[in-house]
C-alpha cells in the first residue's frame, strides 16, 4: 500500500505539491485566526467547585471584571466620585466597586496612596471587547491628566493578553527553532537542498495544523495552552519523519536506484516505520481523552490530529519534493560501516552489562528524586511576562491592599441569606485558628442562590485553603450548595487527574504492548520498554521539579519560579513524551528486529543484532532527537511559564530518552536478556506470524532502467 502511495506522489508530484501549497496558504491565512477563539477552559462539569461555579454565572447579572488600580491618589479625592459616574453611565457597565462603595474598604491600599475600581460587566454584552475598551479609556484620563498613575487588569484583559503573549511566543520559538535546525540538517546531509525538505513539511505541517484547530474550535473550547502544545508537537514529529524519509531516499540512491525507484523504495521501508511511529504516539495521546477535564480531551483531539498532519506530509509531500528534486541531492559514495561509532559503544556496554544498566538506572531514580515533594497549582497572571498590567494589578493588590490579594473560598447554596449566615455562625467558629482570615456577608442572588466568601490565611491555592475547602465539604452549608473558588477548582482538579490517571497510563500501556508486539513478536521486548520509558520519564519530571519549583536555573532560563508546576503540565508532559520515547523505540527496535530476522535459521546472535542495530539506527535517532530536541528548545524561550515548563520538560525528556536510554540502557538489558528478549507464548508466535507488521520488505529484483549511473 505504501509502496503504491509512493509511486502516485512520484508520478503525480506536481498534482500533489499544488495541493499543499493550497493547503499552506489556507492553513496561515485563515487557520490564523484560531488565536481570537482561545478561551480559558475549566474543571471538568461534573466537579462540584465548576457546578457551584456555573450556578454562580446563570444567576448572576454579570459576567466578566475589570480591575485597575490608581496609584498616588487619595480615597478621599473628590475625582474619585466623578469617576465612578462616568464608568457606570457606559453602556455594558452593570456595576462599579470604588472605595465610595458600601464595602469600599477593601480598596483602598494599606498605605492610602492608592485605590482600587472593579467594574462588573453585563451579561450577554454585544461587544465586549468595544466595552473593555470603553471603560480602560476612561479610567486613563486620570493618567492624561496627572492625577493617578493607572494599571488595568481583570479577567477580561487577562484573557486578552495571555493570546497575545502564546501567539508572540509561537512566533518566535519558531523563528529560533526553524534556522537552527536548516543549518543543523545541513550539517547532517552535506548539502542544502537535502536539509530544506524536512523544513517544507514542517512548515506544511504547521499550516495543516492551524487549520485543524481551528476546526476544532468550532466544535470544543479551546485553551490557549492548546495550540503551542499541539503546534511544537506536531513541528517536531514532522522534522523527525522526514529526516527519516531523506535519510531513507539518500541511503537508497547511495545503493544505485535510481530517483523514481529510491523514492517508491523509501516509501515502502521507511514510510512502513513512520506509519509505525504514528500510531504510537497518537495511541500515547489517546489516553488523553479519558481525563474530564476539557483542556486534555482538546489536547488529544488536536494532538492526533496534528500527528496525522505529520505523517500525511512525511507520505505525501516529501516523496512528492523528493521526486522534484531528488536528482539534485547529493547522495552517499558508500554505505555505513557496519563497525562505526554506535556499534563500538554497544560493543563497550555488553562488555559490562550488569553495571551499566544499574549505573543508569540508579542515575535515573536519582534525577527523579525531586519530584516526591512536587507542588501543584493553576497559575494565574503571574504566568505572564513582569510587563503586562494584568499582572502587575495582581501583584499590586496582593502586596498593597487588604486581604493580600487572596482569593476566597466560595459557597453557594439555594438558601436565604440568614440561613446561609446561621450556618456560617455554627461551622466557622470551630474551624483550626489561623485558617479563616475574614469572612463577607452573604449576598443574595437571583433565583434564591446565596453566596459566602471565606478568604483563607495564606494564599489563593495553599495548603491552608485547600484544607479550608475541605472543611467546609466536611459540614455542608443548608439547601443544595457547592463550595467553589480557585482554590476548590485546584482541589477538584488535581483529584480528577489522580483518579483517571491509572486508567490513561493502563490504556496507553496496553495498546503500546500490542503495537510493540505486533512489530517485534515478542512479550518481553514490549513490557522493557515500558518500564524504561516509566524511569525515563520519572527522571524528566524529577528535572521540572527541580528547575521551575524549587528555582534553580531562573537566571538562564529567564523565568521567576513560583514554587508549583503547572497542574495541567505533567499531564502532557507524559503524553506527548511517552509517545516521542516510543517513537524512537520504534526506530531502533525496527533496526534490531530486521538484523535478527535475517540470521539464518540456528544461528541467531542477539548481542550482533543489538550491536548491528543500533549501528544503523544510532545516526538517524541521534540527529532526529537533536532536531527535536531544538525545537523544544525554542519554545524554552516562551514568556508564558506553562509553554516554558513544556518546552524544557519535552527537550530533556528526548535527550535523555535518545542517550541514555536508547545508548545504553536498551543495549545493556537487551544484552542481559539474550535470547530471552524475543520470547513469546506458542499462540500469539502463531498471532504474530500471521498478523505481525514488518518494518522490512523483500529486497526487489533488478529491472532494466532500475538503477542509475551515480558518481563515485
Not at 37 to 53: A, K, M, Q
Not at 383 to 388: D, E, I, Q, R, V
Not at 555 to 582: C, K, Q, R, Y
Not at 604 to 620: E, F, P, Y
Request: charged share 15%; aromatic share 8%; with cysteine.
Amino acid at each position: 500500500m505504501l509502496g503504491r502511495l509512493g509511486r502516485f506522489c512520484q508520478l503525480r508530484r506536481w498534482l500533489v505539491l499544488a495541493a499543499w501549497v493550497l493547503l499552506v496558504a489556507v492553513g496561515f491565512s485563515v487557520g490564523g485566526q484560531v488565536f481570537n477563539r482561545l478561551e480559558p477552559t475549566r474543571g471538568g462539569s461534573d466537579s462540584e467547585s465548576i457546578r457551584g461555579l456555573d450556578l454562580i454565572n446563570d444567576v448572576s447579572p454579570y459576567d466578566g471584571q475589570v480591575v485597575a488600580v490608581l496609584d498616588g491618589i487619595a480615597a478621599d479625592d473628590p475625582v474619585l466620585a466623578v469617576l465612578a459616574e462616568d464608568l457606570e453611565l457606559l453602556g455594558g457597565v452593570g456595576q462599579v466597586s470604588w472605595p465610595g462603595s458600601p464595602d469600599g474598604g477593601r480598596l483602598v491600599a494599606d498605605d492610602g496612596e492608592a485605590v482600587a475600581f472593579i467594574v462588573d460587566l453585563e451579561r450577554d454584552l454585544g461587544d465586549r471587547d468595544e466595552t473593555v475598551a470603553g471603560v480602560e479609556s476612561v479610567l486613563r484620563l486620570l493618567e492624561r491628566d496627572g492625577l493617578a498613575d493607572v494599571i488595568v487588569g481583570g479577567d477580561l484583559r487577562l484573557f486578552d493578553e495571555i493570546n497575545e503573549q502564546i501567539e508572540k511566543d509561537i512566533a518566535f520559538a519558531e523563528l529560533i527553532a526553524l534556522p537552527i535546525t536548516l543549518i543543523v540538517m545541513i550539517v547532517i546531509f552535506g548539502g542544502f537542498l537535502a536539509a530544506g525538505l524536512p523544513i517544507v513539511g514542517a512548515v506544511a505541517s504547521i499550516a495543516g495544523a492551524f487549520l485543524c484547530l481551528l476546526g476544532f474550535s468550532t466544535v470544543i473550547d479551546l485553551d490557549p495552552n492548546v495550540v503551542p502544545v499541539t503546534t511544537f508537537m506536531g513541528l517536531g514529529l514532522a522534522i523527525d519523519y522526514s529526516l527519516l524519509m531523506v535519510s531513507r531516499f539518500r541511503e537508497e540512491r547511495g545503493r544505485g536506484r535510481s530517483v523514481e525507484a529510491a523514492v517508491v523504495r523509501t516509501a515502502e521501508t521507511a514510510g512502513r516505520t513512520i506509519l509505525f511511529s504514528a500510531l504510537t504516539v497518537a495511541t500515547a495521546l489517546s489516553g488523553l481523552f479519558l481525563f474530564a477535564e476539557p483542556i486534555f480531551k482538546a489536547i488529544g483531539a488536536a494532538g492526533v490530529a496534528v500527528v496525522l498532519i505529520a505523517l500525511l506530509a512525511a507520505l505525501t509531500l516529501v516523496p512528492a519534493l523528493l521526486a522534484a528534486l531528488g536528482h539534485r541531492i547529493k547522495a552517499p559514495t558508500q554505505p555505513l560501516p557496519d563497525d562505526g561509532a554506535f556499534a563500538r559503544l554497544a560493543t563497550r556496554v555488553q562488555r559490562r552489562p550488569w553495571s551499566v544498566a544499574l549505573l543508569v538506572s540508579a542515575g535515573l531514580v536519582l534525577l527523579g528524586a525531586p519530584v516526591l515533594g512536587v507542588t501543584f497549582a493553576n497559575g494565574g497572571s503571574e504566568l505572564l511576562p513582569a510587563g503586562f498590567e494584568s499582572r502587575q494589578v495582581d501583584e499590586a493588590l496582593a502586596e498593597r491592599f487588604p486581604g493580600g490579594g487572596t482569593d476566597p473560598v466560595t459557597v453557594v447554596a439555594r438558601s436565604t441569606p440568614a440561613q446561609l449566615q446561621a450556618w456560617a455562625a455554627g461551622v466557622l467558629p470551630t474551624l483550626p485558628e489561623g485558617i479563616v482570615a475574614a469572612v463577607t456577608p452573604p449576598v443574595a442572588l437571583d433565583d434564591g442562590v446565596t453566596v459566602l466568601s471565606v478568604v483563607p490565611d495564606g494564599t489563593s491555592q495553599g495548603d491552608t485553603a485547600k484544607a479550608l475547602v475541605a472543611a467546609l465539604r466536611a459540614d455542608p452549608a443548608p439547601g443544595e450548595s457547592y463550595v467553589t473558588g480557585q482554590a476548590a477548582i485546584l482541589v477538584d482538579f488535581q483529584h480528577s487527574i489522580a483518579s483517571r490517571a491509572p486508567w490513561a497510563f493502563l490504556l496507553v500501556a496496553l495498546a503500546t504492548l500490542v503495537l510493540l508486539f505486533l512489530m517485534t513478536g515478542s512479550l518481553v521486548v514490549p513490557v522493557k520498554a515500558l518500564v524504561m520509558n516509566t524511569v525515563s520519564l520519572g527522571a524528566t519530571f524529577g528535572a521540572l521539579v527541580w528547575i521551575f519549583a524549587d528555582g534553580h536555573l531562573e537566571g538562564l532560563l529567564g523565568f521567576e519560579a513560583t514554587g508549583a508546576i503547572e497542574t495541567w503540565v505533567p499531564v502532557l508532559v507524559f503524553a506527548f513524551a511517552f509517545g516521542l520515547s516510543m517513537d524512537y523505540e520504534v526506530f531502533l527496535l525496527a533496526r534490531i528486529k530486521e538484523t535478527y530476522d535475517a540470521q539464518p535459521a540456528g544461528q541467531k546472535d542477539n548481542d550482533a543484532a543489538v550491536r548491528l542495530g543500533l549501528q544503523r539506527s544510532g545516526r538517524i535517532i541521534t540527529c532526529a532527537a537533536l532536531l527535536v530536541v531544538i525545537v523544544f528548545g525554542g519554545f524554552a524561550t516562551a514568556q508564558m511559564l506553562g509553554i516554558k515548563q513544556m518546552g524544557v520538560a519535552l527537550a530533556l525528556a528526548v535527550a535523555v530518552d535518545a542517550t541514555i536510554v536508547r545508548c545504553l540502557l536498551v543495549p545493556a538489558t537487551m544484552t542481559l536478556l539474550g535470547e530471552r528478549n524475543w520470547w513469546a507464548p506458542a499462540p500469539l508466535r502463531r498471532l504474530y506470524a500471521r498478523f505481525g507488521l514488518r518494518e522490512s520488505v523483500p529486497v526487489e529484483p533488478a529491472r532494466e532502467g532500475m538503477f542509475a549511473k551515480l558518481p563515485g
